[in-house]
Structures are given as C-alpha cells and as structure tokens.
C-alpha cells in the first residue's frame, strides 16, 4: 500500500513564528504536492515538485516555500505565519498510471491553527 | 483553463435511498477524470477514475461515475447509500500530457446520510 505520512495531525502556532510541515511517501514517486483546504473552497494547490531540488509554484504560493532534499520528503515552510494561514494542510504524491494520467496518494492532513 | 463545478455543496438523503453527486468540467483537452472521497479528519481517498475506455466506471464502496463527453460531466451515482457513505467528495480533472499530473479540484460535496 502507498503510504503519504504527514509530520502533525493538529499543530497549533502563534503569529510571526516559522513553520516547517513535513510530508514522506514511502513509494518512490516522483512527484509531489502540498495543497490547503478551507470550508467551500476545496484543495487549492500551493506548490509541487516532480524532481529533487525542483519546484514549481501552484496557485497560491504567496507566503509559501518549499524543500525537497531527497526524493521522498517535501516540506512546506511558512517563514512568518499569519492567522490567514489557519487551515487543513494536504500533501500528496502522485504515480503514472497504465491507461495514461497521473494517480495521486494523500496523506491525512495536518490542520494548523495560527494564533 | 481547465475548471471544475460540483453543482451541490451539500446532499441530504436517506439511507437506502440513490445519490447522485454532480460533476461538470471545462478543457480544451481531453482529460482524466477522478472522484475523491474525504471521511472527517482524513486525507482524500481515490473513489475511482476515467483515464479511457467504458464511459461507465466502477469503484469502490459500490459508486459508479458515467464520463460524458458531449456534457463535459462526470457525475457519481450509488444506487443504495448507508450511513458510512456520509464524508465529502471531490470531483478532480487533469488534462492528457499535463504536468506531472497536476488535478484540479471541485469544491467538493458533502453527503449526508440519515437513518
């Protein structure tokens, strides 16, 4: 079985501190995503990455980075939290599948609070 | 642009009873199409996928989605719902020879089943 693990389940921060989120998949993939999740506004995709050392910006990147020393490992940084960055964080890998496309494996979340 | 409409943010039913969850798409490519499911406090979970072929799909838990091109819908059908089916799910497209698989997300749609 594909396994995503994500670093915290719940993680509670205060304003202006530095957060790393850390996300492992032990499947060998070569592609990975970090996305957050807010009520009515579904999975928004913040960054990915499809090799080591690269990255690619999503959708909303801005107060964003992120890390991927070694191929089963990408952190997502926030350098100063903000209380606008309280939500459920999602990583996710992906594998291409027979028939074509991409399958991606989540991991289960960590829901971060800034206060 | 791609894009993805869940019609419904929220679906009441009975248990027994038939569901159908709404899934609309817009490309200028063809695509895979992908319905997700989220139970409280966990990550997604693959419910099933179009990459070609039988328009009709089959997943698990029972669910079924039909791809229809000329509508450009993917809508998510059980003919019977129990009250585990009660979670969120999240229609998802990604475009053939896309980037590494990158999905675009619905906003998803909450089941819920009563007795």
């Known amino acids: 079985d594909v396994k995503v693990t994500q670093s915290s389940r719940y993680l509670v921060k205060r304003t202006g501190e530095k957060v790393f989120l850390e996300c492992v998949q032990d499947?060998?993939?070569?592609?990975m995503f970090w996305y957050r999740q807010d009520p009515g506004l579904g999975l928004r995709l913040i960054y990915f990455?499809?090799?080591?050392?690269?990255?690619e910006k999503g959708d909303i990147p801005e107060g964003y980075s992120v890390s991927r020393e070694k191929k089963e490992r990408f952190s997502l940084i926030l350098e100063s939290a903000s209380t606008n960055q309280t939500s459920m964080y999602l990583c996710?890998?992906?594998?291409?599948?027979?028939?074509?496309?991409?399958?991606?494996?989540f991991g289960p979340g960590t829901r971060l609070t800034v206060t | 642009a791609q894009s993805v409409t869940q019609l419904d943010s929220q679906v009441p039913v009975f248990e027994e009873a038939p569901v159908e969850l709404r899934c609309n798409y817009s490309s200028s490519v063809s695509v895979y199409l992908f319905w997700y499911v989220q139970y409280p406090n966990q990550g997604l979970q693959l419910l099933l996928k179009?990459?070609?072929?039988?328009?009709l799909v089959k997943g698990i838990n029972g669910f079924e989605a039909e791809f229809n091109k000329s509508q450009t819908s993917f809508h998510l059908r059980k003919p019977s719902v129990h009250i585990s089916d009660t979670a969120e799910y999240f229609c998802?497209?990604?475009?053939?020879?896309?980037?590494?698989?990158?999905?675009?997300f619905g906003k998803g749609t909450k089941l819920s089943v009563k007795p």
């Open positions: 179009y990459l070609s072929g039988s328009t």
């Open positions: 499947m060998d993939h070569e592609n």
């Open positions: 990455s499809y090799d080591v050392k690269m990255k």
């Open positions: 998802a497209v990604s475009e053939y020879g896309g980037s590494q698989g990158n999905l675009i």
């Open positions: 996710a890998s992906s594998l291409l599948v027979p028939g074509g496309g991409y399958e991606q494996y």
